[in-house]
């Protein structure tokens, strides 16, 4: 049922958002498309919820597009321009996980192929597990790539090293990943929910102003020149000076104890 294609929950401040479908290692359908995006649009409005996880239920975080759902999208005999109007659409996934003023931490639990390492690379934060294994995939089945993933392995590893990730489509596991700047931390499997889940509350409990401007300033700099950016730092760094936790910060720095953000 596509009510059980996602599975969601908050606790404290901390969203996490499970991909359902472990039977199809948790491939991309469009119910579970809508469903995501329609989660993810509601939190980002949400002031209860200050960090987002997302991560996959069963072996996989996520195996890429649903195969099988793409031949019946070909049989439907929708128009090349309904269809690229439709991928749009729901590649918002991935402009969520982005650009949403909240921090987004993915848990990669098992494989992160194609779609699915799209999705991932593009949360602010990657914990993987030691058994997870990566790749881009589109190759094998005569794809080009989509959900970012050509724009976010060209920022992260490089462009000569994106290329020959998209041309090979190589698995490659958690370790490399790590080597290549795609990850964060690579933990045992066995406590990578409780090591996602304390990065996820410490952060929760941050400067969420903060936060904001920091996730929003790191990924203009791709795009913008240096004085660009020294302006845009002028304006955000004041603006944290002027938010009630700014002021907290200072007394604990003061009165030399730790500080107690409330995100406002």
Same mark, same amino acid.
């Given at each position: ?18 991909? %359902? ?43 890429? $597009? ?25 590649? %918002? ?16 639990? $098992?494989?992160?192929?194609?779609? $699915? ?63 290549? $700047? ?34 929003? %300033? ?47």
């Amino acid at each position: 049922m596509a009510e059980d294609l996602i599975l969601t929950s908050i606790e404290g401040r901390v969203a996490t958002l499970t991909l %359902n479908r472990p039977d199809r290692l948790n491939a991309l359908s469009p119910e579970l498309l809508t469903r995501s995006i329609e989660t993810l649009t509601q939190w980002e409005a949400d002031p209860k919820v200050a960090v987002v996880v997302v991560t996959g239920a069963g072996r996989a975080f996520c195996a890429g $597009g649903d195969i099988g759902g793409m031949a019946q999208e070909t049989a439907a005999q929708r128009s090349l321009e309904e269809r690229i109007d439709w991928l749009r659409r729901v590649q %918002n996934l991935s402009i969520l996980l982005h650009q949403m003023p909240k921090v987004t931490i993915d848990s990669v639990n $098992g494989f992160a192929m194609g779609a $699915g390492l799209g999705i991932c690379l593009a949360c602010d934060l990657r914990i993987a597990s030691d058994q997870a294994k990566f790749g881009t995939a589109y190759a094998k089945v005569g794809y080009g790539g989509d959900f970012g993933v050509t724009w976010l392995l060209t920022r992260y590893a490089g462009a000569p090293k994106a290329k020959e990730l998209l041309f090979t489509a190589d698995a490659f596991d958690a370790t490399e990943a790590l080597r290549l $700047g795609l990850l964060n931390r690579v933990v045992p499997a066995d406590s990578l929910a409780a090591e996602t889940r304390a990065l996820a509350v410490r952060l929760a409990a941050g400067p969420l102003v903060s936060y904001r401007y920091m996730k929003a %300033n790191v990924n203009m700099a791709a795009t913008v020149d240096f004085r660009t950016m020294i302006d845009r730092e002028a304006e955000t760094h004041l603006r944290c000076g002027q938010t009630e936790d700014h002021q907290e910060g200072v007394q604990a720095f003061l009165e030399k104890r730790a500080p107690n953000f409330r995100g406002q």
